[in-house]
């Protein structure tokens, strides 16, 4: 009886029985997993209870406190049988609608988008549940934002870049957002429409060797390691940090840092702390009304409390990892720590007050070039400008997790069942969110995240969008393989994500790579997200690379993704290489397969370029200069790549349908190394490759310009 009544919270939870494996099987997962999962739920509040109380019942007498609805909708909701109500409805835009009902409440329909306060009054209060209910009504557009570009039938290109693989004259050792802001302006004059980015999410000041953009510490604020040091005021105008960037030590690290292969972090955080910590004193010596003060304590003030927590986390981590390198996040803190709001917190935060401003001021300093970058975006006309790239998840120990607590489950984690390519499945190492909670919270922690990740941008790319529908449950301290889906409220995240794009007119691009369940594809594409194709995955079933015009126009096309290999990289088998240098593929049997389908891959890919004549213009034109080297205008799977076959895939990719194309800069300069690969940790230096040369360098290099011209008329005949 107990298992059948865990079985069933299990059910009730969105803890699902079995899943359609990658070889298209169904699977059943073990009773004793699902188990696990509802207890990593916080089971305190759901084993022993009616399951339920795990989702108001369609006829309960009381409200829901959250109710998400489409404008226009029409609407009803059960009542208690006997009572009869008076309801008011107050918008958020200050407006009041009011009427009586008995036994169900029908919604009116001219409600207006937004959230909205929903109170319920009982006209006759002999009975003892007859008191007043309130809850959050929150009503949605159908669709997310288009941009009138792309509404108009426009071709849109641009480039998806890794932001701290650019290398630049004035960086410090590591792209940042001075790069950025030259990027777009290089761009815009090639007729670009967007620069897409890696996720820009606060890492770890104290810990800046935990790299990884997908599992940062927290999504609602900044990685501050971006911060252009040089186009900082404070530090141009502050007499002891021109002193201390003037000595030969300085400019020494400086110049190691910038010749670096591999971004070098410690390096990079040392000098960029050491100059900013010199001149945030400078800052401080601003009276209260000057521009930037008021401006600075604006910020402060409209990021409250989750932005000083995240401040309160970097000061206090940096104290305590400075003491003992063992302290790599909250839960391995003192315990005092653990708790933001505790008493040792807030002594801290008493006796170190300047610490925890500082950190203020890097967030602050962060948003306002992250701002003046989309500004200069928008100054060029871009469609889209600049688009950001939201991760699936946090890391465990970060300050997200440390703020919010309810919301995360830090008993399991997710990542991706097993697959052909990874029979023993990914585990990814971020707690995930509790979908209970989240509705419990009204989904406030979902629209604060994308209140976040939609400032200064015009596009917002959604890391495993599927996410939306289902995640990949692992219970703590399993393999990958010993986990199962777990259910989210897809409709009701769907809608609230059409609101905030409308809200901050920001196009939604939802990663669907992988194992995608039939019944969201189309809740995607009937919300207006914008689906992502990749170049190296889109061949029919005879193996044929699909034509440009069988891609979707509500899509973005690519040739590859960082965590896929360059198109150098995957022509001459270098992934493979790599993976069986590193012990990725101990198989044997698996790795000659996987060669044997590569082959079959160029072989389709060559059949595909020479049949459509994509070879043979405008090679004459390359500067011979460059590091790619010019080919016959046919080709072969056996041949090395070359600029044939390098500009070939770049005028396939750039003839889709798809509305958006993304393009590399890595396969602009014809590189080979991955910028990283999954699966692995310490095996390979994941995020940290610079592209091969600098900005300056790139824009001016003939090959590279003659090809985006390429490209950019290639778009302009699709549209």
């Not at 899943?19 to 207890?39: F, M, S, T, V």
């Not at 070098?264 to 010596?285: E, G, H, I, N, W």
């Not at 290489?577 to 198989?587: C, E, Q, R, S, T």
Request: hydrophobic share 35%.
């Amino acid at each position: 009886m107990e298992n059948k009544r865990l079985d069933d919270l299990a059910t009730e939870a969105g803890i699902a029985s079995e899943y359609i494996n990658a070889y298209g099987k169904p699977q059943a997962i073990p009773a004793e997993i699902r188990h696990r999962i509802l207890e990593a739920m916080n089971t305190e509040k759901l084993v022993g209870r009616p399951v339920s109380h795990l989702h108001a019942s369609a006829h309960a007498p009381s409200l829901p406190n959250v109710k998400v609805i489409m404008q226009g909708q029409i609407v009803t909701l059960p009542l208690h049988e006997t009572n009869s109500y008076q309801w008011q409805i107050h918008t958020e835009q200050g407006e009041i609608f009011h009427d009586h009902c008995q036994n169900k409440l029908t919604l009116p329909t001219d409600l207006p988008l937004g959230y909205h306060t929903l109170t319920l009054i009982p006209e006759a209060k002999q009975e003892a549940d007859s008191q007043q209910q309130s809850m959050q009504l929150i009503v949605a557009p159908e669709r997310c934002y288009e941009p009138q570009a792309l509404t108009h039938g426009e071709k849109l290109w641009g480039a998806c870049v890794q932001l701290y693989t650019l290398r630049s004259e004035n960086n410090w050792g590591i792209g940042d957002f001075g790069d950025l802001r030259c990027m777009l302006q290089e761009l815009a004059q090639r007729g670009g429409a967007f620069v897409g980015l890696n996720p820009l999410h606060a890492i770890y000041p104290a810990m800046p060797e935990n790299a990884s953009p997908y599992s940062p510490s927290s999504r609602h604020w900044l990685n501050i390691i971006y911060i252009a040091v040089h186009k900082v005021e404070d530090f141009t105008c502050s007499a002891e940090a021109q002193k201390w960037w003037q000595l030969p030590e300085t400019q020494l690290k400086l110049q190691h840092a910038r010749q670096a292969e591999w971004v070098d972090y410690p390096t990079v955080m040392t000098l960029k702390m050491s100059a900013l910590r010199l001149a945030y004193p400078q800052f401080k010596l601003r009276s209260d009304n000057d521009s930037q003060q008021i401006a600075f304590q604006q910020f402060v003030t409209k990021g409250g409390k989750n932005l000083y927590f995240q401040a309160i986390y970097d000061a206090l981590h940096h104290k305590l990892y400075g003491e003992n390198i063992t302290y790599w996040g909250w839960p391995v803190w003192p315990e005092q720590y653990r708790e933001p709001e505790s008493d040792a917190v807030k002594a801290f935060c008493h006796s170190h007050p300047q610490e925890v401003e500082f950190f203020l001021w890097l967030q602050w300093i962060a948003d306002i070039q992250l701002t003046e970058c989309f500004t200069t975006s928008q100054t060029n006309h871009m469609p889209i400008g600049i688009y950001r790239d939201l991760a699936v998840g946090v890391a465990p120990g970060g300050s997200e997790t440390w703020c919010n607590r309810n919301i995360y489950c830090t008993k399991a984690s997710i990542g991706a069942p097993p697959d052909i390519l990874g029979p023993r499945g990914q585990n990814w190492g971020l707690p995930p969110m509790n979908p209970h909670v989240l509705k419990t919270q009204a989904y406030q922690p979902f629209i604060e995240l994308l209140r976040s990740n939609m400032r200064h941008c015009g596009a917002l790319r959604i890391d495993h969008v599927m996410s939306l529908l289902r995640l990949w449950w692992i219970p703590q301290g399993e393999t990958a393989d010993k986990g199962v889906y777990v259910h989210y409220p897809v409709d009701d995240l769907l809608a609230i994500l059409a609101l905030e794009s409308q809200r901050n007119h920001c196009l939604v691009i939802g990663e669907d790579l992988g194992i995608v369940p039939e019944e969201i594809v189309d809740k995607l594409r009937d919300r207006g997200v914008y689906s992502y194709k990749v170049f190296y995955f889109e061949r029919n079933e005879r193996g044929e690379y699909r034509s440009p015009d069988e891609y979707p126009v509500q899509a973005m096309a690519t040739i590859t993704t960082h965590d896929l290999p360059t198109l150098r990289g995957f022509w001459q088998n270098r992934d493979l290489a790599l993976g069986k240098a590193i012990g990725l593929y101990p198989d044997k049997a698996l790795l000659a397969e996987l060669y044997t389908e590569r082959k079959l891959c160029k072989q389709a890919l060559s059949a595909s370029l020479n049949r459509r004549s994509y070879l043979s213009e405008e090679l004459t034109m390359m500067d011979t200069s460059s590091s790619l080297q010019q080919a016959a205008p046919l080709i072969q799977a056996e041949q090395p790549m070359s600029a044939a076959i390098n500009q070939g895939v770049h005028r396939y990719i750039a003839h889709s349908a798809c509305a958006l194309l993304g393009l590399q800069p890595e396969d602009w300069l014809d590189m080979e190394q991955p910028v990283n690969i999954p699966g692995t940790t310490t095996e390979y230096p994941n995020w940290r490759r610079k592209l091969t040369t600098t900005l300056e360098a790139m824009f001016t290099d003939a090959y590279i310009n003659q090809l985006l011209r390429t490209v950019g008329e290639r778009r302009k005949q699709g549209s």
